[in-house]
Nanobody, 127 residues
Framework: QLQVVESGGGSVQPGGSLRLSCAFS????????IGWFRQAPGKEREAVSC????????HYADSVKGRFTISGDSAKNTVYLQMSSLKPEDAGVYYC????????????????????WGKGTQVTVSS
């Protein structure tokens, strides 16, 4: 059964770090790209990062480049999002999303070919 479950959210001060995890089942990283979206209250959802099938390369939204790192562990069926130098504008609900077959990370970051969503994990960044 296909399942995507996020964890690792929490509250952190500006400049701090968090690592989100996305545990999935029913598919493998070898054949599907997967990544993260986020949504802040009152704002549209925003693509954050995507990792291509096979585990590389990684892709990032300009707003998080140099601060966030996505990685995958095929043996554990888990994808991680290491977030550093967090800013208040990084706050929101972070969703792990599996990309649809026939699409890639380029489409993912544009919001196309999004197949299966987790329920999300809350990230709060405030002093």
């Amino acid at each position: 059964q296909l399942q995507v479950v996020e964890s690792g959210g929490g509250s952190v001060q500006p400049g701090g770090s968090l690592r989100l995890s996305c545990a999935f089942s029913g598919f493998t990283l070898d054949y599907y790209h997967i990544g993260w979206f986020r949504q802040a209250p009152g704002k549209e959802r925003e693509a954050v990062s995507c990792i291509s099938s096979g585990g590389s390369p990684a892709h990032y939204a300009d707003s998080v480049k140099g601060r966030f790192t996505i990685s995958g562990d095929s043996a554990k069926n888990t994808v991680y999002l290491q977030m550093s130098s967090l800013k208040p504008e990084d706050a929101g609900v972070y969703y792990c999303v599996r990309g649809a077959s026939g699409y890639g990370c380029y489409d993912f970051l544009l919001g196309y070919g999004l197949d299966d969503w987790g329920k999300g994990t809350q990230v709060t960044v405030s002093s």
